[in-house]
């Protein structure tokens, strides 16, 4: 088999998934952290290897992401750049070759989001490269960066190997921007399939995925942690490097289309990121969490939620590595939960009647769902109708061990989160434990 090593995977145009419609962010407003001893969170001068980093108030308002990062021509060349105020979302205004304090020079923008911006920046004193995290200068977005810090702390301080979840490396306040420093890791599992046109993963590669990340799960619940947005953007291959090899599945096209080729990562290691909106087992669990694709049902219902929430995710991202596709490409409530009932089957009866003020809409007589009559558009109706049960739809992409993941897939999917596996459950699932070599 002829295989092309590369040593880089593209991060620049991350543009969004061409779906029937697209993957909306989901902002959540965090609770304010409580205080941390040794941490820092306001406004004034913060000493980071002895250089004093200023830090005047910022009065920005909380606007809706909108515009790009404005970019200012020039490169500083020693200490900090001249203060720039920043743009009208409150996010940093840096420029290429800028320092970051005296340690950090900046290198690339990796990515951006509803929190902030992260780039690439070489650590002059530990001689390596580091993806800094600099979070929007507004308060609400300072407050989910204190967790996250805290969270990320955390989880280190019993992850002695590193291998779970992204690692801290450092942290500070920077010109009312909290950034974050960690290690540089490779492309998110979502930005792989985008750059691979979609295709889905070998059935063998996804378990060794899935095995990783229920045990990257299992380890913060056993912390009582509960990241409530795990999807593909928020696991990370730990190396960028992937090999091209023939796509059989493509045969009738020609070698020069780059079709026929698709890509596979040179190392299955991941880590999981993204600790902004993760809360402890104890906390407040009554306001809506996670991104829409990878949302359990008991959270659009009102059920409130727990360490299920998550189990439920894992489940949608492993059918998503297998097709290639989210398993529920929608963006509201209704069309959500019957595109549940027709690939796992019926909404039970009491999670129905139970749900709060705010779903009862989406219910007939408070027994089943309005629909079709509900929904809000023919196009709504036949987006549901034409999706496969769980079955069919893993069976279409999986040529072997397919019972297994679909039964696999069933406990991680079940309606009820009394009901739904565990994470050490689910990592003691055959589809994990037998020899599935063909």
């Not at 291959?237 to 090999?243: A, D, Q, T």
């Not at 059920?303 to 529920?328: K, M, Q, R, T």
């Given at each position: 088999?002829?295989?092309?090593?590369?040593?880089?995977?593209?991060?620049?145009?991350?543009?969004?998934?061409?779906?029937?419609?697209?993957?909306?962010?989901?902002?959540?407003?965090?609770?304010?952290?409580?205080?941390?001893?040794?941490?820092?969170?306001?406004?004034?001068d913060?000493?980071?290897?002895?250089?004093?980093?200023?830090?005047?108030?910022?009065?920005?308002?909380?606007?809706?992401?909108?515009?790009?990062?404005?970019?200012?021509?020039?490169?500083?060349?020693?200490g900090?750049?001249?203060?720039?105020?920043?743009?009208?979302?409150?996010?940093?205004?840096?420029?290429?070759?800028?320092?970051?304090?005296?340690?950090?020079?900046?290198?690339?923008?990796?990515?951006?989001?509803?929190?902030?911006?992260?780039?690439?920046?070489?650590?002059?004193?530990?001689?390596?490269?580091?993806?800094?995290?600099?979070?929007?200068?507004?308060?609400?977005?300072?407050?989910?960066a204190?967790?996250?810090?805290?969270?990320?702390?955390?989880?280190?301080?019993?992850?002695?190997?590193?291998?779970?979840?992204?690692?801290?490396?450092?942290?500070?306040?920077?010109?009312?921007?909290?950034?974050?420093?960690?290690?540089?890791?490779?492309?998110?599992?979502?930005?792989?399939?985008?750059?691979?046109?979609?295709?889905?993963?070998?059935?063998?590669?996804?378990?060794?995925?899935?095995?990783?990340?229920?045990?990257?799960?299992?380890?913060?619940?056993?912390?009582?942690?509960?990241?409530?947005?795990?999807?593909?953007?928020?696991?990370?291959?730990?190396?960028?490097?992937?090999?091209?090899?023939?796509?059989?599945?493509?045969?009738?096209?020609?070698?020069?289309?780059?079709?026929?080729?698709?890509?596979?990562?040179?190392?299955?290691s991941?880590?999981?990121?993204?600790?902004?909106?993760?809360?402890?087992?104890?906390?407040?669990?009554?306001?809506?969490?996670?991104?829409r694709?990878?949302?359990?049902?008991?959270?659009?219902?009102?059920?409130?939620?727990?360490?299920?929430?998550?189990?439920?995710?894992?489940?949608?991202?492993?059918?998503?590595?297998?097709?290639?596709?989210?398993?529920?490409?929608?963006?509201?409530?209704?069309?959500?939960?019957?595109?549940?009932?027709?690939?796992?089957?019926?909404?039970?009866?009491?999670?129905?009647?139970?749900?709060?003020?705010?779903?009862?809409?989406?219910?007939?007589?408070?027994?089943?769902?309005?629909?079709?009559?509900?929904?809000?558009?023919?196009?709504?109706?036949?987006?549901?109708?034409k999706?496969p049960?769980?079955?069919?739809?893993?069976?279409?992409?999986?040529?072997h061990s397919?019972?297994?993941?679909?039964?696999?897939?069933?406990?991680?999917?079940?309606?009820?989160?009394?009901?739904?596996?565990?994470?050490?459950?689910?990592?003691?699932?055959?589809?994990?434990?037998?020899?599935?070599?063909?």
């Open positions: 088999m002829e295989m092309e090593y590369l040593t880089e995977f593209p991060h620049t145009h991350m543009d969004k998934r061409p779906r029937k419609r697209p993957r909306l962010a989901w902002d959540i407003a965090q609770a304010p952290p409580k205080a941390q001893n040794g941490m820092y969170c306001g406004h004034g913060f000493h980071e290897n002895g250089v004093v980093v200023t830090s005047p108030t910022n009065h920005h308002t909380c606007l809706p992401t909108s515009s790009s990062t404005i970019y200012v021509k020039g490169v500083s060349r020693n900090s750049p001249p203060w720039r105020e920043d743009d009208k979302d409150g996010h940093y205004v840096f420029a290429l070759g800028d320092n970051l304090t005296s340690r950090y020079k900046i290198h690339s923008k990796i990515g951006e989001g509803t929190f902030g911006q992260v780039l690439e920046c070489w650590d002059r004193e530990r001689k390596e490269m580091v993806a800094i995290k600099i979070v929007r200068g507004i308060k609400k977005y300072r407050e989910a204190m967790i996250e810090i805290d969270v990320l702390q955390q989880l280190a301080k019993h992850d002695k190997s590193g291998s779970r979840c992204v690692q801290i490396r450092n942290w500070f306040d920077y010109r009312n921007h909290i950034c974050i420093v960690c290690e540089k890791l490779g492309p998110s599992l979502y930005d792989f399939l985008r750059k691979n046109n979609y295709r889905s993963f070998p059935i063998d590669l996804v378990r060794e995925l899935g095995r990783q990340l229920l045990e990257c799960v299992a380890f913060m619940h056993n912390l009582c942690l509960i990241h409530t947005d795990l999807k593909p953007e928020n696991i990370l291959l730990v190396s960028p490097e992937y090999v091209r090899v023939p796509d059989y599945k493509v045969p009738s096209r020609s070698p020069k289309d780059g079709s026929y080729f698709k890509r596979l990562p040179k190392s299955s991941i880590k999981v990121i993204d600790f902004g909106s993760t809360t402890y087992e104890h906390q407040d669990h009554s306001y809506v969490v996670s991104t694709h990878y949302r359990a049902p008991e959270v659009i219902l009102g059920l409130g939620w727990s360490y299920p929430c998550d189990i439920w995710s894992v489940g949608c991202i492993l059918v998503e590595l297998c097709s290639g596709e989210a398993l529920f490409q929608t963006h509201e409530n209704l069309e959500h939960l019957a595109m549940m009932e027709k690939v796992l089957g019926s909404l039970p009866q009491h999670m129905l009647k139970r749900a709060d003020r705010h779903a009862e809409k989406y219910l007939r007589r408070g027994a089943k769902l309005d629909w079709p009559e509900g929904a809000t558009s023919r196009e709504s109706i036949r987006a549901v109708w999706l049960r769980l079955q069919n739809l893993v069976m279409q992409h999986v040529d397919a019972g297994d993941l679909i039964d696999l897939l069933q406990g991680l999917l079940k309606y009820d989160p009394e009901d739904r596996l565990t994470a050490a459950e689910a990592l003691r699932h055959p589809f994990f434990s037998r020899d599935h070599r063909r």
